[in-house]
């Protein structure tokens, strides 16, 4: 399996890329700056699959075929979206990475006929609706942060998952209609993020609003819901009490899915009118 990892310097993407490395698959690492490339090119050191780099600025990514050149260079199976901004810039550099670059990579992904998955990291908060099980404490504290603590962080990642989700509901359409073949559409959606080493046991799917969860746990997920054939949706995340493995068996036998009580179809018609 070839990956093409976006935002491949970022703090997760780094956790990441030697867990899919060891699954014998190839990565190529998309980064901006050409110093970190010997450091990404040391988490390749002894691992069973070949790591490429790409020198590449998401900034210069303004148009759907813009996308599509890095996706032909690469050929990837899968695609990783873990790049973002990162508050600098301003929130006009905000809109440019985390939504409109995410958008043009999934319709780019999308229209390819080789690639089958699309993991998109955003985070917990990035919805509209009010959901049952997050506490009135917990949904107000989101609330302030999407409203006022990362207002262009929060609309843009809001803008790029519906996009993903409408992609998705469309295509399954297709599919079903025999048009198109499957690709699963990943949503993971971390709490607050920390850099402490891996617990190894989360909350996964439905999750309390103002949790923290680490990077390294964020990787493994992440590693983890790749590596199945069954896995779509949102899937919220923090640390919890669950080993990682059985969180994941759960979500997907109980078909969990934090989309819930988002209104779908007007992300379609939104979209796709």
Do not use: C
């Not at 990404?40 to 490429?52: F, P, R, V």
């Not at 997920?221 to 990682?244: C, Q, S, Y």
Request: net charge neutral; hydrophobic share 45%; glycine share 8%.
């Amino acid at each position: 399996m070839q990956v093409l990892l976006l935002g491949g310097h970022g703090k997760v993407a780094l956790r990441l890329t030697p867990l899919l490395l060891n699954r014998a698959w190839n990565v190529t690492s998309v980064i901006r700056n050409p110093d970190h490339e010997s450091e990404i090119l040391a988490l390749g050191k002894g691992t069973k699959g070949k790591l490429n780099v790409l020198v590449s600025s998401l900034d210069d990514v303004k148009s759907d075929a813009d996308a599509k050149k890095i996706l032909d260079a690469v050929a990837p199976d899968y695609v990783v979206w873990s790049a973002g901004a990162g508050g600098k810039g301003g929130p006009e550099r905000t809109f440019a990475i985390d939504e409109r670059a995410a958008k043009h990579f999934l319709t780019a992904s999308f229209a390819s006929p080789r690639v089958t998955k699309f993991l998109l990291i955003s985070w917990l908060g990035s919805r509209r609706v009010h959901p049952r099980w997050m506490s009135s404490a917990d949904w107000a504290g989101v609330q302030n942060v999407f409203n006022n603590v990362l207002p262009a962080y929060a609309k843009a990642k809001l803008e790029a998952d519906e996009y993903m989700t409408a992609l998705a509901a469309r295509r399954k359409k297709q599919v079903a209609a025999g048009e198109a073949g499957p690709i699963q559409a990943i949503n993971l959606r971390p709490g607050t993020l920390t850099d402490e080493p891996a617990t190894g046991k989360v909350e996964l799917g439905v999750t309390p609003g103002r949790s923290k969860v680490t990077r390294e746990d964020v990787a493994i997920v992440a590693d983890r819901l790749l590596a199945r054939a069954d896995t779509d949706g949102w899937f919220d995340l923090v640390n919890g009490e669950e080993p990682v493995d059985e969180a994941v068996e759960r979500v997907v036998r109980e078909k969990v899915d934090a989309v819930e009580g988002e209104d779908v179809d007007a992300m379609v018609k939104r979209f796709f009118p």
